[in-house]
Every structure is written in structure tokens, then in C-alpha cells.
């Protein structure tokens, strides 16, 4: 018989009464609120939200206790994860186990077809309810679907051209809901994205001197007193005492407790709920690892940005990783865009959206390119005009989306040749017989990021007021693929001048090769 505190939550705050009544983990045992009490407000909140966090912050178990509740209430869930491999691990290793040590989700586990226990691994039947868990790679299962609930776990790894196709599958729905969480990457992507545009909630503790304190790294644990030195706040710490570090509170200077209770507090109201955890107040980690952890950062750009984005639940861009303006305002010489020019090695780069972005250069007796004309146009005629203007001699244009239009505009100009990426390309492919090129997509963005930084290329004096230019070059990021060796560049805005760019630098080295045939 439930009491009256057991119905309010079961009525008002059905995931975080499932949580403390039903769930166990995959390890068999009960979730822990006394310990972690910035989850409880988190479990309580009903809406939809984006939840940007460091590593081990218990949020796998929230989304598990989600699933559960909102199928238990007749809802059906969409649970995207990064890969069907990871879809795989996640449903055996925690999904069924979590189902196995609780006596109250194994009795609602059910395959309603048949009668029997449900072992498919995409989709699970419960109560009335159902959890579809697909791999965000998996195009073809997007379109199955229709569903209440969003559930995106680890945002930053998933495919995020389908996970666009997963909002349409809740477009049928009267009470639809989206859940987010992820250990985020780079600035202006994925997870970062959204929670800027969330209310950007922040648990906040009360120190002894009744400051309230939201952790912040460099702020309570660490302090810069030169450009590469950070030290210890807390300056009683000895590495050898046996003791972790102390966070500092920035007003009395004393120290104050990471764990213990607080309240969330928004940045902005009215905006979609989003919280971010870090682990100065979320897990039992050291402050000690932490800091060594930055201490080797300070020497390596991959270490730093790990901790950033694991330890600290920040999105960052190491230096280098994108072309930034001070790279651009190098290229920058003292000449003007023309509207003519009368050189018969001039090549053009064009990126196909809603409009043609096209990047016009000759080239100098140095080997650089000298920007003509930078900018876009809306139609196909303008294009030739371009063409036909400048001279073109060599071009290279985005073969998609727009197929029809660049065979079109290749069959007209015998110079301009259509470009297709690739993942796995390592040189360029070009086909003569149908005017064809293949080039891995990330060579072909580290060659524009090799010529800026060489200043191969060269920039008239008003480049950085022209129009999308400096914006579009630097909305990639060279990111490192998780798990393995490759890196790729990753966009986090409008770069169609950035790829125009590219097919510009392919367009002179394919005047290069036919010229020498």
C-alpha cells in the first residue's frame, strides 16, 4: 500500500518514484540519492531537456529509468545510441541486466505479440509501452518508428544528419518529450549547441561563509599565474599527505565541501531545461586526478581536450584544431577583389546549397592563389557569367545534393570537373571520361587549413568584411575519432565557402596534372 508521499511522486514524478522504488543498476543494486543529490532534481523534472555532463555521472541509469516509467505509462520510446554495436552492448550489458536483478521489470517485460518475454534486441515491450533502441548509423530504421519519446544518448558520437530524422518520429505525437545527454566535444556542436540555447541550469553549493558556489575549475580548484603555469587555490594541499585537494571558495578563501546538498538555479528563464554536471561535484574522483590530468594537458592537446570535455563537462576546441582569424588576417595582402581579370589561369571552387558559394582565384607566379572573387550566387546563368568573366581554365563543383545541376554545368564547361567525397579515398581519383573526382573529404579540408597557415593563400584587404567568409572558414573542427586514429572535420555552422575553398585548391592541382599530360 503506498503512502501519501508514494502516490504524490507516482502521480507528479513518475521517473524519480520508479528510480527509488524499482530500478536496480546492472549491478544489482539501488540508485544512490544521498550521495549524489544533484541528480534528484534532475530525476524530478518531467520536461524534456539536454543534460551536458562530464564521464561517470550516473546519467545512463536516468535514461534506463526513463525508458521504463514512459513505456510502463503506454508511451513508446525512440532510444538512439552512437552505433548498432553500442545498441548491442548497452541492451545486454545494461538494459537486460537492470531487467534481471528487478523483481518489478521483469514482471512488466513483455513481448505483447506473442505473450512471451521479449529477447529482440531493437525492441523491447513493456506494460503497454514499447523502447525501440536504434543505432543513430542505422539510416533505414528512422523511418519505422513513430514514437513519444526521445531518448539521445552520447549526442556528440551519434549521426547528426539521422538524429534530425528522429525529431519527424515524434511528429505524430500529442504528448511528445526529447531527452539529451552527452559528454560533449568541440564548441557550437551537438550537445554544446543545444545547451546554449537551454536555460543553462547550475548546481550551486553553500559554503560555510553562506556564499553560494557553483564548482568551477579555475575558479575554486586551480589558478593561472602564467601563460602555460596554473597552481593549486588550495594551499595547504601537499601531494604526499595522503589527502585530495580542497576546492577554495572565491569569497572567504576557506575551503567549502564538493559533495552535499544544493540547488539547481537557471541562467537564462523561459528557455528548454538544461543541466550541466561536472565532476568537481558529481563523482568521487580526486581533485588530485583531475589536476594531474590538466597538469598533462598543459604539454598535449588531446589530453587537455579529454579533460575539458570528461572531467570538466565543457565543450572545447584546442588551438589548431580549426582555422581561426589570426591564420586568415596573415593571407591578407593589399589588393582589392576584381570585377574582371584577364589571366588565363584562373580556377573556380563551388559548393551547391541553396546557393552556388564559389571561391574565383588566379594563380601567382609563386604558386599561390590570389583571390578574385569570393561570395555566392543564386543561379546557374550567374555561374556561367562567372565562368565566362574570370576566364576559368580548371573548376571543380559539389557533386550533391544537386546532381542534375553540376552534370549540367560540367557539360558547359569543359574546364569544371564534379567532385564526390569520400571516407576512405587516400589520394584523389580522377575520372577524364566522366569528369569525376573522388577525394577524401578530410585531406581535402587539412589542405585549405595547410594553405591558410602557409599563406598559400591569399586574401584581399577587406577579407575579413566580405560577407560569410571568416564565419564560414572557421565552422570546422578537426576532431579526433573516438576510439580510434583518424580524426575529421566536423562542421558546427554554415562552411560552404570552407569546401568551395577546397574544391578551388583540387581545381589547381588538377590544372597541374592535365597541363603536364
Not at 551519434?158 to 511528445?176: F, I, K, P, T
Not at 607566379?365 to 580548371?394: N, W
Request: proline share 4%; hydrophobic share 35%.
Amino acid at each position: 500500500m503506498l503512502d501519501k508521499y508514494d502516490s504524490y511522486l507516482q502521480e507528479h514524478h513518475p521517473v524519480f518514484f520508479n528510480a527509488v522504488r524499482n530500478h536496480r543498476t546492472h549491478k544489482g543494486v539501488p540508485l544512490d540519492f544521498v550521495n549524489y543529490p544533484y541528480l534528484v532534481d534532475i530525476y524530478m523534472d518531467e520536461e524534456g531537456k539536454d543534460l551536458i555532463k562530464s564521464t561517470q555521472s550516473g546519467l545512463s541509469e536516468l535514461l534506463m529509468s526513463l525508458d521504463f516509467t514512459y513505456a510502463q505509462l503506454g508511451k513508446q520510446i525512440f532510444h538512439v545510441l552512437p552505433t548498432d554495436t553500442l545498441v548491442g552492448r548497452f541492451v545486454k550489458n545494461r538494459f537486460d541486466k537492470s531487467v534481471a536483478f528487478s523483481p518489478y521489470y521483469s514482471a512488466i517485460v513483455y513481448d505483447n505479440t506473442k505473450g512471451k518475454k521479449s529477447n529482440e534486441m531493437h525492441l523491447k515491450h513493456i506494460g503497454n509501452g514499447a523502447i525501440a533502441f536504434i543505432g543513430s548509423n542505422s539510416t533505414a530504421l528512422f523511418a519505422e518508428y513513430p514514437a513519444d519519446i526521445l531518448v539521445v544518448d552520447e549526442e556528440d558520437e551519434c549521426d547528426q544528419s539521422n538524429l534530425e530524422m528522429a525529431v519527424e518520429r515524434l511528429s505524430n505525437s500529442e504528448d511528445r518529450r526529447e531527452f539529451r545527454v552527452a559528454n560533449p566535444t568541440v564548441l557550437n556542436y551537438g550537445i554544446h549547441a543545444r545547451w546554449l540555447r537551454s536555460d543553462q541550469r547550475q548546481w550551486y553549493t553553500k559554503a560555510p561563509c553562506g556564499h553560494w558556489i557553483n564548482p568551477h575549475p579555475f575558479k575554486h580548484m586551480l589558478r593561472q599565474v602564467d601563460e602555460n603555469e596554473w597552481v593549486i587555490r588550495d594551499e595547504r594541499f601537499e601531494w604526499d599527505s595522503g589527502k585530495d585537494i580542497n576546492l577554495i571558495c572565491d569569497k572567504c578563501g576557506k575551503p567549502f565541501p564538493r559533495f552535499g546538498k544544493g540547488v539547481w538555479s537557471p541562467t537564462y528563464e523561459g528557455r528548454r531545461h538544461g543541466y550541466h554536471i561536472n565532476k568537481l561535484f558529481s563523482t568521487k574522483v580526486t581533485l588530485k586526478e583531475i589536476v594531474e590530468r590538466f597538469d598533462r594537458g598543459l604539454a598535449n592537446d588531446e589530453v587537455m581536450q579529454r579533460v575539458h570535455n570528461s572531467d570538466f563537462g565543457w565543450a572545447y576546441t584546442a588551438e589548431g584544431a580549426s582555422i581561426s582569424d589570426e591564420a586568415l588576417n596573415k593571407c591578407v595582402r593589399d589588393f582589392s577583389l576584381k570585377e574582371f581579370h584577364d589571366s588565363s589561369a584562373c580556377v573556380i571552387g563551388a559548393d551547391v546549397g541553396k546557393k552556388i558559394h564559389v571561391k574565383v582565384s588566379s594563380i601567382a607566379p609563386g604558386g599561390e592563389l590570389r583571390a578574385l572573387f569570393i561570395g555566392s550566387v543564386d543561379t546557374e546563368a550567374q555561374f556561367d557569367e562567372l565562368f565566362s568573366r574570370y576566364k576559368i581554365v580548371a573548376g571543380v563543383i559539389d557533386a550533391m545534393p544537386e546532381m542534375r545541376m553540376s552534370e549540367r554545368l560540367c557539360r558547359k564547361h569543359p574546364g569544371l570537373f564534379r567532385c564526390f567525397y569520400s571516407r576512405s579515398e587516400k589520394s584523389d581519383n580522377i575520372n577524364l571520361d566522366t569528369k569525376t573526382i573522388t577525394v577524401n573529404r578530410t585531406s581535402a579540408i587539412d589542405n585549405v587549413k595547410e594553405s591558410i597557415i602557409l599563406q598559400k593563400t591569399l586574401l584581399p584587404a577587406n577579407a575579413a568584411s566580405l560577407p560569410e567568409y571568416y564565419d564560414h572558414m572557421k565552422s570546422s573542427t578537426r576532431m579526433k575519432k573516438k576510439d580510434q586514429d583518424e580524426y575529421e572535420w566536423v562542421e558546427t555552422g554554415p562552411d560552404h565557402l570552407l569546401h568551395a575553398s577546397g574544391y578551388e585548391l583540387i581545381a589547381k592541382n588538377l590544372l597541374i596534372q592535365l597541363a603536364g599530360r
